[in-house]
């Protein structure tokens, strides 16, 4: 897999400036609302997700096991199926056809050996794809693996600031148009979801990291291939556009961890983290948030084969 050293763990990474931007939209999905201005200082952020090849050196030099390995306490999760308390993971399998997109669990699987080892099951392997983003791992896992290399996660504001490439006035970070001149921009799906990839992209799962094109600030994979976790917890509204030079938030570190919680799912107290950056299932057909201003809840205690994360570190 190759060695990462003490000395090489700050390599690959962009210094940004910090600024004023404009964050989230009021023309999309109700919880990129309402746009606003947002401050961020400086800080350095990485090139690039994570990729297997970072990740299996902080293994290997830390013996760190990931979530996904691990199975869950029978008394975190009262009620549980007992064959559904094995170390597992949650895999993408497309459908045979056509099904109703408001039923998630059509094409996610609980998948029982699912890791960043093998992140689609016990029969996948991350042999050949040392240069993707890592995968199936969780808030905790990432924060181990920032704490090794120095580094944290960026907070949601951070992540947009950076994802936007200093291109904030357009729709997607790279101008008005998906496809400019027909050229793939992000590894994203073509065709209809979740049954039709066409793969026009190349790829169907995950793409090596900086295979399309990097945003302005020359960050490679701030949309698509991967969401990435953020530090920040989730809530389903930005807060109030204060509307004044004066007031506007400098450095915002999200909401309060209770504000997280699922109000779908009472009796299940998990805090979500705010997820940045789309995947390769974002689709013109299904979850257009193939944008800097999108933004998705995750549980914190929960991986898949579509998110990873990248570090970032102060000035």
Not at 181 to 197: D, K, T, V
Request: net charge negative; with cysteine; aromatic share 10%.
């Amino acid at each position: 897999m190759g060695v990462l050293t003490a000395e090489t763990k700050s390599e690959g990474m962009i210094l940004l400036p910090g600024g004023r931007f404009r964050m989230g939209s009021d023309v999309h999905y109700r919880e990129e609302a309402p746009a606003h201005e947002v401050d961020v200082s400086g800080f350095w952020i990485d090139r690039t997700p994570v990729t297997n090849r970072e990740f299996a050196a902080f293994v290997a030099e830390t013996g760190h096991l990931t979530l996904a390995e691990q199975a869950p306490n029978a008394a975190d999760y009262p009620g549980a199926l007992p064959e559904m308390l094995v170390a597992a993971s949650l895999v993408f399998q497309p459908t045979t056809g056509p099904v109703r997109l408001n039923d998630w669990s059509q094409w996610w699987v609980w998948t029982a050996g699912a890791n960043w080892r093998h992140p689609t099951g016990p029969g996948s392997s991350i042999d050949g794809l040392e240069d993707h983003p890592v995968v199936q791992v969780t808030p905790s896992d990432a924060e181990a693996y920032a704490a090794w290399a120095g580094k944290r996660l960026p907070t949601e504001a951070e992540w947009e600031y950076a994802g936007w490439g200093g291109n904030s006035a357009h729709e997607f970070a790279w101008g008005d148009d998906l496809e400019p001149g027909g050229r793939h921009m992000a590894n994203i799906w073509q065709g209809e979801f979740p049954h039709g990839n066409t793969v026009a992209d190349g790829y169907f799962r995950t793409s090596p990291v900086g295979h399309f094109p990097p945003n302005g600030f020359g960050l490679s994979d701030m949309i698509g291939n991967v969401w990435e976790w953020t530090s920040s917890w989730y809530a389903d509204r930005h807060a109030a556009n204060p509307g004044k030079a004066c007031c506007v938030p400098q450095n915002p570190r999200g909401a309060a961890l209770e504000t997280s919680y699922d109000p779908a799912m009472p009796d299940i107290r998990i805090p979500r983290r705010v997820l940045k950056g789309g995947s390769h299932l974002c689709a013109l057909s299904y979850c257009r948030r193939y944008r800097p201003a999108a933004r998705h809840a995750q549980a914190i205690d929960s991986s898949t084969s579509h998110i990873g994360f990248r570090c970032v570190k102060d000035v």
